[in-house]
Structure formats: structure tokens, C-alpha cells
């Protein structure tokens, strides 16, 4: 597989948040054996969705990477990327809010990971 990890901004929209009212998850299942395409077998992560800006900490680091590493050091070797991605989606999403009161419009604001999979199985590191 090929992982790619982008730590950028993606543009200059901000995002204020919004209320939580419900959450969900999904599971699927892939078939064992077959040919797969070309573009099969990538991961693509970005610290925010696109058209937004991604948030760091001036002395700890980006949100995103902070989340991250963090959680490959709790479970990487026991969870598949995929589930460790949705707890740093997580991470990021609940657990961090920036901070600039003498920047109005920049303070209080959120973001969250944007991940574009084409992995055709699970992915445990070992």
C-alpha cells in the first residue's frame, strides 16, 4: 500500500462548528482474493476537508499530527489504519478548538481530517 499524510491547509474557510446531535458507524468486507486496479492500495490524508484552513499549536505542533501520533503510539499495532484514522478524526474534531481571543474571527474554531481510502483490505502495522 502506499499511505500519504498531508499536514497543509486547503484553503482559508473557517469552521465555526456545529452541534452534535448523532453519531453512526460502518463496517464492510473485502473479497480475499482478485486482480485490483491501478489506483487500488492508496490512503490519502488530510489534515482538514478541502477549501479549509488546518490549525496548529505554535509549541506542540498541527492538530492533525498531534492526534495522529498519538494515536498510533495507544493502538498502532493492534487497530487497522482505518479505525485508527476515525479515532484521530475524532480526536481532532472534539478535542481541539483554537484559541486566538485578539483574532475574533479566528477564535473558537474547528476542524477535521479528511480521508480518501482506496485500500481493498485491512491494514494493521506489526
Known sequence: PKLFFIQACQGDKLDPGT?????????GNSPSSY????HAD???VFSTVPGYYSWRNTTRGSWFM???????????TERDILTLLTF?????ALDYES???????????????CITSM????LIFK
Not at 452541534?19 to 463496517?27: F, K, S, V
Not at 492526534?67 to 493502538?75: D, K, T, V
Open 19 to 27: 452541534t452534535l446531535i448523532n453519531r453512526t458507524e460502518t463496517d
Open 35 to 38: 486482480r485490483i486496479p491501478n
Open 42 to 44: 492508496f490512503l490519502i
Open 66 to 76: 498531534q492526534a495522529l501520533c498519538e494515536e498510533l503510539r495507544y493502538a498502532g
Open 88 to 92: 484521530v478524526c475524532q480526536k481532532v
Open 99 to 113: 484559541n486566538t481571543p485578539d483574532t475574533v474571527i479566528m477564535h473558537l474554531q474547528k476542524q477535521v481530517p
Open 119 to 122: 485500500l481493498t483490505r485491512l
